[in-house]
């Protein structure tokens, strides 16, 4: 699900920047807003998400935008009172993410965080899933 809003604020944030290229200036031409890392953890007993995620939006401005999008306010998919707070990580790019996750068990591929290459970028287009981590039990 989280993935869905993903590429949905993407595809609409590329849609919106795509209107805006005729009359933006040569400096200020509008960035691809994509993702390329998204990890959900997961409560291995209860099997529900601990109530944040890890995205590594591939440039500064897609990050930004994203962050004045959904910083503050409800989920609009959940039946929730929660209010999302966007925070920037310690860990940054697809690399540095890969390289912390790769070596941690999890039950369940479900459970383990993916690497998209090319980027998530609400277009539909076919990417690679790369599942980051080793999985120690059933699928």
């Known amino acids: 699900m989280l993935e869905d ?29 994509a993702f390329d890392f998204l990890y959900l953890p997961i ?23 994203f962050s004045r999008a959904w910083h503050n306010k409800h989920w609009p998919c959940i039946n929730s009172n929660k209010i999302r707070e966007i925070h920037c990580a310690k860990l940054q790019g697809r690399e540095e993410l890969v390289k912390h996750f790769e070596n941690m068990e999890f039950p369940s591929e479900n459970f383990q965080p993916l690497s998209f290459n090319p980027a998530r970028d609400g277009s539909k287009q076919a990417v690679k899933e790369t ?3 080793r999985c120690i039990g059933s699928k």
């Open 5 to 33: 809003v993903l590429d949905e604020h993407c595809m609409l944030t590329n849609k919106e920047a795509e209107s805006q290229i005729g009359s933006a200036d040569e400096d200020e031409q509008p960035s691809l807003s």
């Open 43 to 65: 409560d291995f007993v209860t099997k529900s998400n601990k109530g944040y995620a890890f995205v590594n939006f591939t440039n500064p401005k897609a990050a930004r935008k």
């Open 131 to 133: 599942i980051v981590g």
